[in-house]
């Protein structure tokens, strides 16, 4: 079993940054690709940002890259999601997630095993 614990959302105007962390309990951390996914009001989730067990391989969605970078430090079981240049529209609830162990990176919401709970993250104009 994996818990996902987020942290790091809040309140920040446009153009500012934040930093996102998802701390992972459990063994297989490091053989698990991880995501970042978010959901805005009256919304569907969708996806952010993914990440290889390594580290080596990485996926954005359009609307964020070069602005998001995802990272991982397996020593510590955490990921991260630097967010630069914030827009009023990145304005959702930030969710991590973890595929099973073993399984190859996706950007695909159903392959993610496990979820964490949320922060919320508002950017206003």
């Known amino acids: 079993q994996v818990q996902l614990v987020e942290s790091g959302g809040g309140l920040v105007q446009a153009g500012g940054s934040l930093r996102l962390s998802c701390a992972a309990s459990g063994r297989t951390f490091g053989s698990s690709a991880m995501g970042w996914f978010r959901q805005a009001p009256g919304k569907d989730r969708e996806f952010v940002a993914a990440?290889?067990?390594?580290?080596?391989?990485?996926f954005y969605a359009d609307s964020v890259k070069g602005r998001f970078t995802i990272s991982r430090d397996n020593f510590k079981n955490t990921v991260y999601l630097q967010m630069n240049s914030l827009k009023p529209e990145d304005t959702a609830v930030y969710y991590c997630?973890?595929?099973?162990?073993?399984?190859?990176?996706?950007?695909?919401?159903?392959?993610?095993?496990?979820w964490g709970q949320g922060t919320q993250v508002t950017v206003s104009s």
């Open positions: 990440i290889s067990q390594s580290g080596g391989t990485t």
């Open positions: 997630a973890a595929q099973r162990a073993g399984f190859t990176v996706t950007m695909v919401s159903d392959d993610y095993r496990y």
